[in-house]
C-alpha cells in the first residue's frame, strides 16, 4: 500500500508552482499573524524549526522577528525555491523521522502539515517533534476539525491527491498529552460562510520540564 504522505507529496510536487502563487504571503491569511505572534512571544529562546515549511511564508516571519529558523521539507520544488531567497540550513526531511539531536530547539512551528500524517503514525510523530524541542520549548500546530479521514483530489485525481486526517480538539489534545507536551491554547475556526467545510483547530503546546530526567 502507498504512504499516503508520499502520494500527497506527489500531489504538492505537481502543483508547486500554484500553491506557492496561492500561500506565499501572509495578507491571504488574515488570522495567522495573531498565531506566529502569539508563538514568538512564548518562546524561550530563538532556535525554531518550521516544519514542511511549504513556500517559506512563516519561515520569514520568524525570521524578520529576529529567531533562527531551520527547515524541513519533503517537496522538493518548495526547498528549491526558498534556498533561492534565504541562507537558512533546509533539509529534505520527513516530519514523523526527524534527524536532530534531542532537546535542540526552542520551538516547532508546523502550520498546515500535521493534517497530512496518517493517524497511525500521528502519536509518534507528535513524540518525535517532543524530543527535539528543549524542555519548556513551544509548538504550534494546526489540524482540520472532523472525523476520521479523506482523500481529496483537485483537477485530474491521478494528478493532485491529498491525503488529510481529521480531529476534534479533544483528541488532540490527548495526543500531545501522550506526547509530554502540555497544551496552552486551543481555538476554533468555523467557516461561517461555508457551512459542510471543515473548520480548523489552532493549537499552542509548552514541553513539560525544565530538565530531562
Given at each position: ?164 486526517t481529521y480531529y476534534e480538539t479533544n ?43
Amino acid at each position: 500500500m502507498q504512504d499516503p504522505v508520499i502520494t500527497t507529496i506527489k500531489s504538492y510536487e505537481i502543483k508547486a508552482e500554484e500553491y506557492i502563487r496561492n500561500t506565499d504571503q501572509l495578507a491571504y491569511f488574515p488570522d495567522l499573524p495573531a498565531m506566529l505572534d502569539k508563538f514568538i512571544a512564548l518562546l524561550p529562546g530563538p532556535c525554531v524549526l518550521d516544519v514542511a515549511f511549504g513556500a517559506g511564508r512563516d519561515t520569514l516571519y520568524l525570521m524578520a522577528n529576529g529567531l533562527s529558523v531551520q527547515g524541513v521539507e519533503l517537496t522538493m520544488p518548495f526547498i528549491q525555491k526558498l534556498k533561492e531567497a534565504i541562507s537558512v540550513p533546509l533539509y529534505k526531511m520527513d516530519m514523523r523521522y526527524l534527524g536532530f539531536v534531542n532537546d535542540c530547539f526552542d520551538g516547532i512551528w508546523c502550520c498546515s502539515a500535521f493534517l497530512h500524517i496518517p493517524r497511525v503514525d500521528a502519536l509518534d510523530t507528535l513524540r518525535g517533534f517532543s524530543r527535539v524541542l528543549k524542555p519548556g520549548g513551544i509548538i504550534y500546530l494546526d489540524v482540520k476539525e472532523g472525523h476520521g479521514y479523506e482523500w481529496k483530489s483537485e483537477g485530474n485525481i491521478n494528478q493532485a491527491n491529498r491525503y488529510f486526517t481529521y480531529y476534534e480538539t479533544n483528541e488532540l489534545t490527548e495526543l500531545l498529552e501522550q506526547a509530554d507536551i502540555e497544551v496552552l491554547f486551543t481555538r476554533r475556526q468555523s467557516h461561517a460562510k461555508i457551512q459542510d467545510k471543515p473548520g480548523w483547530i489552532n493549537i499552542i503546546g509548552q514541553k513539560r520540564g525544565l530538565t530531562r530526567i
